[in-house]
């Protein structure tokens, strides 16, 4: 792609209405262009018949559309697909296609590698490469096979969404509005280690759902999993949720993974409930497979019922999260660093 020409593709309606005035066409080009890159299959500017022969020639001087095909996929047994997708020169991006009955989730990625520094993460691991643009989160789902059968969006791939706030905000704009991908704000959901302005900025500005990663309630057990947690405290994060009405239209989650004689006893129970009073919430348990680095190990699976069995008794609801594409480097993290430690090797 030619870097002289800015993509359109992740442009908002308001953005592509502007960007059609300043080339001296109708305003109303911007929806026609909305409509193209988001509700049809179009890679070039010939394929938009409803705009003159003369303005996608001004638009094709100016701009391309800017979708891009992955670099390659894995499938798993289980249905499960990874994408790989190139994000700047060498570096790369994975988004998950996760198929279940009649639900088929994506998970999508926000940025190259991630600055948090998780102890379980992989992604972490990778240091902080750069942000993706708001054409480069919605191309996972844009240009993958599966794109019209997708019911859930889920931003738990590679980053911290809500360090990249603006791009993300954008890109939930277009994925939900009549414009855009049309899904409802009821199946995105947006995870985050707990960046408390930012999170407060989602609750008040998008309708899509909130999931925390939480993994233990103690303070001092989670700043060893979560360095963020010297910032941006659990209890912060947990006023911060009180502050609003969730009402029975959005979701509030809590992600707690699974680490064998570090979060799994009866004393984080109670202390889950106690801390998570008065949250209208749910936790989801997730079991843990070991990444390269990491000394963590995954609790054993009667443990994990047992915990789940406690909180239930406790009245929080809680799921357990099937595990899958495990066949196919699933955890997020491991493909991208592969592609990327052989561009490195390959340099």
């Known amino acids: 792609m030619p870097e002289s020409k800015e993509q359109l593709f992740g442009k908002t309606l308001a953005e592509l209405s502007v960007l059609a005035e300043s080339l001296g066409l109708p305003k109303y080009t911007g929806g026609q262009l909305a409509y193209w890159l988001y509700k049809t299959d179009i890679t070039s500017f010939d394929e938009m018949t409803n705009i003159s022969k003369k303005s996608r020639s001004l638009l094709a001087e100016h701009y391309v559309p800017g979708v891009q095909p992955p670099e390659r996929v894995q499938q798993s047994a289980d249905g499960t697909k990874k994408y790989l997708f190139r994000a700047?020169?060498?570096?790369?991006i994975e988004?998950?296609?996760?198929?279940?009955?009649?639900?088929?989730?994506?998970?999508?990625?926000s940025q190259v590698g991630c600055k948090m520094g998780c102890l379980f993460c992989m992604t972490g691991k990778q240091g902080f490469q750069g942000h993706l643009s708001v054409g480069e989160i919605l191309n996972q789902l844009r240009s993958i096979p599966e794109r019209r059968q997708m019911t859930n969006i889920v931003y738990m791939g590679m980053g911290e969404p809500f360090d990249n706030l603006e791009a993300v905000m954008k890109s939930l704009e277009i994925l939900t509005a009549e414009y855009g991908f049309a899904i409802s704000v009821r199946k995105v959901t947006v995870?985050?280690?707990?960046?408390?302005?930012?999170?407060?900025?989602?609750?008040?500005?998008?309708?899509?759902?909130?999931?925390?990663?939480?993994?233990?309630?103690?303070?001092?057990?989670?700043r060893r999993l979560m360095p963020i947690q010297n910032v941006y405290p659990l209890k912060d994060v947990i006023e911060t949720i009180r502050e609003f009405d969730i009402g029975k239209y959005r979701r509030v989650s809590f992600e707690y993974i699974m680490f064998k004689g570090v979060n799994d006893s009866?004393?984080?129970?109670?202390?889950?409930?106690r801390v998570l009073n008065k949250v209208k919430s749910r936790i989801n348990l997730i079991r843990f497979h070991p990444i390269p680095g990491t000394p963590l190990l995954g609790s054993d699976e009667a443990a994990i019922l047992d915990f789940q069995q406690a909180l239930n008794d406790k009245g929080i609801v809680?799921?357990?999260?099937?595990?899958?594409?495990?066949?196919i480097d699933a955890a997020c993290g491991l493909l991208s660093t592969k592609e990327l430690l052989k561009a490195q090797e390959s340099d």
């Open 318 to 327: 809680t799921t357990l999260r099937a595990s899958r594409g495990q066949d």
């Open 88 to 92: 700047g020169n060498g570096k790369f």
């Open 266 to 273: 009866r004393r984080h129970v109670n202390e889950l409930a």
């Open 95 to 109: 988004a998950a296609y996760i198929p279940d009955g009649k639900r088929h989730t994506l998970c999508v990625s």
């Open 191 to 222: 995870s985050t280690i707990g960046i408390v302005p930012a999170m407060r900025h989602f609750l008040e500005h998008s309708k899509c759902n909130l999931a925390v990663s939480l993994h233990t309630p103690f303070d001092e057990e989670r």
